[in-house]
């Protein structure tokens, strides 16, 4: 008698991580995703509502403060951060006993000169997955009825402050000013902190708001803290952190996030179906539960409190500060209504070339690519697309967007034009960026770009086959993508670089150098852990049958493909007459730390 195909939803079920069930059962995942795409679709859906909603979060260390402290407000152990925000800790009595009581729990504290922060606390179970250091640790597990305390306060962090100060690109005024803002009651006062007059401090405030993409001060608290945080500005769970963990109502709550977001009460009121007169009322209850003074202050409080809620509620948190050198820029986009995100590795006077990302990994470059392409004299400049890492995600189209980003980072970087190297599924955004501003393209290279689905595709890998079945069926790639984006864990991606990449020799042999691992991994985790939206954005693109543009410039265009590819597909389907086909023998999915040379060749031959 023959066996009843098993269930997708019971083999998603059988493993702990339910992606470990892509790696060890994929023939019978592939067999019940070609019978039945709808019911794939509320199993994947399904599996993914269990989990965490953030798997791997990484925090910069100096964001947060922390100490063990005994349900008395003893002080066993603290780090310099969190004595600077508390002289004392017995006012936190009656919260280290609720949490004691309870459990973990997040809620506001009051820290030095009465600022309200956020706080997490939690006894040594559950304080287990925090990378608390050393002796944190010991002192949590040294006495009975010890408290582990996270606050999250990268406002507080002037070398945070600098770095935001950096990646908008501020003049040193410009910089101690919008620092003096995170915490002055009002631009007088934050002149006065900055060393510069009331006019001079409105001039520069201006720019700054330019230079932001912002209109209104609570708007630019909003975005300094994120780019503190290295968070995006689009998570979406702002409402039910400000009931939570500021005891608001749910009605409090949604006009504390508007106008946290820089909304007037009038017009915060006509988003929320309310009067002007009401949502007023509600800010004074906002501010009377909070105790900050102003909706500047509520833009602080409620970014700090959401990357906390964060970090917090993650499956794997992690404590890292940003390395692999270059500057991370944020920009406007054309109209100013998104944030664009992107780390520039100079100098100033190389020839810029942007340098795609892949699927969800290459946001930033590895030494030996950096290092090429800088001696070649190039500037590489990778962008992060649309939803993906730090960028906003599209609004509408998804290949406008992204083209128009580009040409966004040209303007405000005043640059003339741009070399582009794209990779892999990257390639429909170039080409859209080709045809819509053919004046700002130079030299344009396509490596181991991923073909319209109108091509026959005879690849075999596992990496091929998921894309195939699961990444552009239409029905099923949003679906899919959460469900990946809420495993991202670690411990999960090691195991799907070594069966995705695995296959092809020198991959295999690259993913050998723990360097390389922990690059990629990280590099995911940046890109796609806290949002999915720009990777499932980019691969439903294909799902929807994208087609080269037909009216490409006719100038000389690069396609690349690596030899060690299974059976990619390298027929022509670029639609443009000059086109000059290069072979990197020996090379696979990652030829940029693998063959570095051969891709600036690329670019300079």
Not at 198 to 213: F, W, Y
Not at 434 to 455: C, E, F, Q, T
Not at 553 to 569: F, G, I, M, N, Y
Not at 590 to 605: E, G, K, R, S
């Amino acid at each position: 008698m023959k066996a009843k195909p098993a269930r997708l939803t019971d083999l998603l079920r059988a493993q702990a991580a339910p992606a470990q069930a892509l790696l060890d059962s994929w023939s019978e995942i592939e067999t019940a995703v070609l019978a039945d795409s709808g019911k794939a679709r509320e199993a994947f859906s399904a599996a993914a509502f269990e989990l965490p909603p953030i798997a791997g979060a990484i925090a910069d260390r100096r964001a947060l403060a922390a100490a063990v402290l005994t349900a008395r407000g003893d002080v066993c152990h603290a780090d310099p951060a969190y004595l600077d925000l508390f002289r004392d800790s017995a006012d936190l009595r009656p919260l280290l006993k609720r949490a004691l009581r309870e459990g973990p729990v997040v809620s506001l504290v009051e820290g030095t000169a009465g600022a309200a922060f956020a706080a997490w606390v939690g006894d040594a179970s559950a304080a287990a997955r925090w990378p608390l250091g050393p002796d944190a640790a010991a002192a949590l597990r040294a006495g009975p009825e010890r408290l582990a305390v996270v606050v999250s306060a990268p406002s507080r962090s002037s070398e945070l402050a600098r770095h935001a100060a950096r990646a908008l690109d501020l003049t040193a005024l410009e910089a101690r000013l919008a620092e003096a803002l995170l915490f002055a009651p009002n631009l007088e006062v934050a002149a006065a902190d900055a060393g510069v007059g009331r006019e001079t401090a409105r001039d520069a405030l201006r720019r700054i708001n330019a230079k932001a993409g912002v209109r209104r001060t609570p708007e630019l608290v909003a975005r300094l803290v994120g780019i503190m945080c290295a968070s995006s500005d689009t998570v979406g769970e702002e409402a039910r952190i400000a009931e939570d963990a500021f005891g608001l109502t749910p009605a409090e709550a949604r006009a504390a996030v508007l106008v946290a977001k820089g909304a007037t009460a009038p017009e915060a009121a006509k988003v929320l179906g309310l009067s002007p007169e009401t949502v007023k009322t509600h800010m004074k209850a906002i501010l009377a539960k909070t105790g900050v003074k102003g909706a500047k202050d509520l833009a602080r409080l409620l970014m700090e409190a959401r990357e906390l809620v964060a970090v917090a509620s993650a499956s794997e948190p992690m404590f890292a500060e940003e390395g692999g050198g270059g500057r991370l820029r944020i920009l406007p986009s054309l109209d100013g209504a998104r944030r664009i995100a992107l780390i520039d590795y100079g100098p100033y006077d190389g020839e810029p070339v942007f340098v795609f990302h892949g699927t969800a990994a290459g946001r930033r470059l590895p030494e030996g690519l950096r290092a090429g392409l800088v001696a070649a004299g190039l500037r590489p400049l990778v962008l992060q697309r649309p939803g993906f890492g730090l960028t906003d995600p599209a609004g509408y189209d998804y290949l406008q967007t992204g083209a128009a980003d580009m040409a966004a980072v040209i303007e405000r970087l005043r640059l003339k034009s741009a070399h582009i190297l794209a990779r892999d599924t990257g390639a429909p955004v170039a080409l859209s960026f080709a045809r819509d501003w053919p004046h700002l393209l130079g030299r344009a290279v396509l490596l181991n770009p991923h073909p319209p689905m109108s091509r026959v595709d005879h690849r075999v890998s596992f990496l091929a086959s998921v894309q195939r079945h699961l990444l552009r069926n239409p029905e099923l790639v949003a679906t899919f993508a959460e469900f990946l984006r809420r495993q991202t864990t670690t411990q999960t991606l090691e195991r799907v670089l070594d069966r995705s990449l695995g296959e092809v020799e020198p991959d295999r042999h690259a993913l050998q150098d723990p360097a390389v691992r922990d690059f990629l991994i990280r590099d995911i985790q940046a890109l796609c852990a806290r949002s999915v939206r720009g990777f499932a954005a980019e691969n439903a693109v294909y799902a929807a049958g994208w087609e080269p543009p037909g009216d490409l410039p006719q100038r000389l265009w690069t396609v690349a493909a690596c030899s060690e590819l299974p059976r990619h597909v390298h027929e022509p389907w670029l639609p443009v007459a000059d086109v000059r086909r290069v072979r990197i023998e020996g090379a696979g999915i990652l030829p940029q730390f693998t063959h570095p040379d051969a891709l600036v060749a690329l670019l300079t031959d």
